[in-house]
């Protein structure tokens, strides 16, 4: 059903395109260029072909809107399935508990072995 959704909506977003392209803006447009510089009356010129090109712009994008939600419904159906690569792997492969290591500082000595830095103090 997903599947179906998409290609609906890969179609209604080429039309939107098409739709978005075609009407005139403040150079004139796709619009103009098609309706062959006829007159105004004309079935693609004129306030009329902005008008109709405009409630279908609106549909669309309208359509566009309520698919994109639904299909985020519909992929957002998998309650606990792991998502990402890192969830699948860490379901998958049981990761052992390390203790944590304890941390031996070193320590100075008195004796002969003992280096003091000749940088540690200023001369």
Not at 70 to 75: C, E, F, G, R, T
Not at 78 to 89: F, K, L, N, Q, W
Not at 102 to 116: H, I, Y
């Amino acid at each position: 059903m997903t599947a179906l959704l998409t290609v609906i909506h890969v179609v209604i977003c080429v039309l939107l395109i098409i739709a978005v392209l075609m009407q005139s803006g403040k150079g004139g447009g796709l619009a103009a260029s098609v309706g062959g510089g006829l007159s105004s009356s004309s079935v693609l010129g004129g306030r009329a072909a902005t008008s109709f090109l405009s409630k279908v712009t609106t549909y669309l994008a309208s359509s566009f809107l309520v698919m994109c939600l639904l299909l985020a419904v519909l992929y957002d159906d998998d309650e606990g399935v792991p998502t990402s690569a890192t969830e699948r792997i860490m379901e998958t492969q049981e990761m052992p508990i390390a203790a944590p290591v304890p941390f031996d500082a070193p320590t100075l000595e008195s004796g002969d072995d003992a280096e003091e830095p000749s940088s540690a103090l200023p001369q």
